[in-house]
């Protein structure tokens, strides 16, 4: 089971919200967000940010991270490494912030096709590797020392240009929409794609 599968279940819990009011909220079914609880299914960023603000808590949280400490400083020991959705996250922020700060790792081809849009800004700075950063209609290669900022309205997609993948340093604001909103189609044939991808 993944570290993150019970936490994900007790902050339900703790909340108040069965699995189908849960599942409702974010727009999920009750099964998909069950092996998500079980671990057979893991979530992808945006599925991960909508569960956060359904639970009134951070994806840090979520994750199985210590709770805040006053002390602002997050020591790189301190930086346990979650796998998700193909991608490697290292929380780099304190939880109960209105911006989260996360360091990625994104291997090569991890994603497929995926298009994210949602509510909010991010922001990403490139630590290693190339990464390939769609915005709309228009595809940026961006190398160590590169940087973007972005409404993420824009329909975007992240991929590594590079063999060995990328590393980021990625900073977000939280969600405000369901996860069904996440996915747009990459074939511009109309139709929604699958936002139960993990």
């Known amino acids: 089971m993944n570290q993150y599968a019970p936490q994900m279940r007790r902050l339900r819990?703790?909340?108040?919200?069965?699995?189908?009011?849960?599942?409702?909220?974010?727009?999920?079914?009750?099964?998909?967000?069950?092996r998500l609880e079980t671990g057979k299914r893991q979530p992808s960023l945006p599925l991960l940010l909508t569960l956060a603000r359904v639970y009134g808590t951070t994806v840090g949280e979520l994750l199985g991270e210590a709770p805040a400490v006053p002390d602002p400083v997050v020591r790189a020991e301190d930086m346990e490494p979650v796998?998700?959705?193909?991608?490697?996250?290292?929380?780099?922020?304190?939880a109960g912030r209105a911006m989260q700060a996360l360091r990625v790792h994104i291997p090569r081809?991890?994603?497929?096709?995926?298009?994210?849009?949602?509510?909010?800004?991010?922001?990403?700075?490139?630590?290693s590797g190339t990464l390939r950063l769609t915005l709309g209609e228009t595809e940026e290669t961006l190398r160590p020392g590169d940087s973007a900022h972005f409404d993420s309205l824009?329909?975007?997609?992240?991929?590594?240009?590079?063999?060995?993948?990328?590393?980021?340093?990625?900073?977000?604001?939280?969600?405000?929409?369901?996860?069904?909103?996440?996915?747009?189609?990459?074939?511009?044939k109309g139709g929604r794609a699958p936002h139960e991808r993990g």
């Open 13 to 34: 819990q703790r909340g108040g919200l069965t699995l189908e009011a849960a599942a409702r909220r974010a727009g999920l079914s009750p099964a998909h967000l069950s």
């Open 154 to 188: 824009t329909p975007h997609r992240l991929d590594s240009a590079s063999p060995q993948g990328a590393d980021l340093l990625f900073v977000h604001t939280l969600l405000q929409s369901p996860a069904s909103d996440l996915c747009v189609p990459t074939d511009r």
């Open 83 to 94: 796998d998700a959705g193909g991608w490697r996250y290292r929380q780099a922020g304190l």
């Open 109 to 127: 081809g991890a994603q497929g096709d995926l298009v994210r849009v949602h509510p909010g800004e991010e922001w990403l700075y490139v630590e």
